[in-house]
């Protein structure tokens, strides 16, 4: 499995931007990574999401707001998340796929379709 590692977390005002950062190392080929996150009491839900040919797919929740990056050559997986608001807090979770997925992009968005995961990063968004 991948080992992986986020990053950039922290309290911020409505409005404000983040960055996340998921340092990647391990494994055998990372054919997806993505951004999940979970409030208190909610179940994990997708957020953002990148093939290794840097195709991309957002949730509603993430659209015209976040934009999910990455750098092959540091192994880094980003989340840039601007005009953020109060139900964006959560821990936000850094994943990888090992495998090709042949299916629609909103199924691959869930918890069950990827194989290794970071222990998480909170992110507070509050007044």
């Known amino acids: 499995q991948v080992q992986l590692v986020e990053s950039g977390g922290g309290s911020v005002q409505p409005g404000g931007s983040l960055r996340l950062s998921c340092a990647a190392s391990?494994?055998?080929?990372?054919?997806?990574m993505g951004w999940f996150r979970q409030a208190p009491g909610k179940e994990r839900e997708g957020v953002a999401f990148?093939?290794?040919?840097?195709?991309?797919y957002y949730t509603d929740s993430a659209k015209g707001r976040f934009t999910i990056s990455q750098d092959n050559a540091k192994n880094t997986l980003y989340l840039q998340m601007n005009s953020l608001k109060p139900e964006d807090t959560a821990m936000y979770f850094c994943?990888?796929?090992?495998?090709?997925?042949?299916?629609?992009?909103?199924?691959?968005?869930?918890?069950?379709?990827?194989?290794?995961w970071g222990q998480g990063t909170q992110v507070t968004v509050s007044s």
């Open positions: 994943a990888a796929r090992s495998t090709w997925y042949y299916g629609a992009w909103s199924n691959l968005a869930a918890p069950g379709e990827f194989d290794s």
């Open positions: 391990g494994g055998t080929s990372r054919r997806y």
């Open positions: 990148i093939s290794i040919t840097g195709s991309t």
